[in-house]
């Protein structure tokens, strides 16, 4: 299966990484790889989808799983 990161979660994860660049040189990339580690630590796991559906449900994107 296949997991990516919506467009406007892209999207702040890239001001994110700007910011703590701008903060302190290569900050923001040492971020970028923990959030990289920490993702494909979800993705190798069976439980992202679920994950996913509580926080699409949280949303209100969907229905709530446990409805």
Do not use: C
Not at 24 to 33: D, W
């Amino acid at each position: 299966m296949s997991i990516g990161f919506l467009a406007p979660a892209r999207a702040e994860l890239e001001k994110a990484v700007d910011y703590h660049n701008d903060q302190s040189s290569g900050l923001g990339f040492e971020f970028a790889a923990e959030v990289n580690e920490r993702w494909n630590a979800l993705s190798d796991t069976r439980m992202p989808g679920a994950l996913f559906r509580n926080a699409l449900a949280d949303a209100g994107q969907i229905d709530s799983p446990t409805a």
